[in-house]
């Protein structure tokens, strides 16, 4: 950016060639700062989304084990120590990929939706 007092010219340093005029400037500014808050939400939002997934896997956590306690430990006894953590395990398994494998599809059903908005944006 190069300006001129007085007859004399000066460059502004870091600031590349094609943001000559004050508000290009405040336009490149604004656009950087869009995209912060817009990263900074994001990031917040994934945040704040696996803790409550964390909480929710702790609470089903509790459930499932009251379950195998109080009706599975009844038809296998003393020896159901193994067979309980391998039931767990798979119940926990099984509800992890459904929930996953759900999110996915809304998550790409919204993007497909969002780049037919933006094509038809264009279009216009």
Do not use: C
């Not at 994934?46 to 609470?59: D, E, H, N, Q, V």
């Not at 798979?90 to 494998?101: C, E, N, R």
């Not at 998550?107 to 497909?112: A, F, Q, W």
């Amino acid at each position: 950016m190069t300006k001129k007092i007085k007859g004399k010219s000066f460059k502004v340093p870091l600031l590349p060639e094609e943001y000559d005029e004050p508000h290009e400037i405040k336009k490149k500014i604004r656009q950087e700062v869009r995209e912060f808050q817009r990263t900074l939400i994001e990031e917040l939002t994934r945040l704040i989304t696996t803790s409550f997934g964390l909480m929710a896997a702790l609470a089903w956590r509790g459930v499932i084990q009251e379950f195998i306690n109080n009706y599975l430990k009844k038809f296998f006894g003393q020896a159901s120590g193994l067979i309980s953590e391998v039931i767990f395990a798979l119940i926990v398994t099984v509800l992890a990929v459904i929930v996953t494998w759900r999110l996915a599809k809304i998550k790409d059903r919204l993007i497909e939706e969002e780049e037919e908005e933006e094509e038809i944006n264009e279009t216009k």
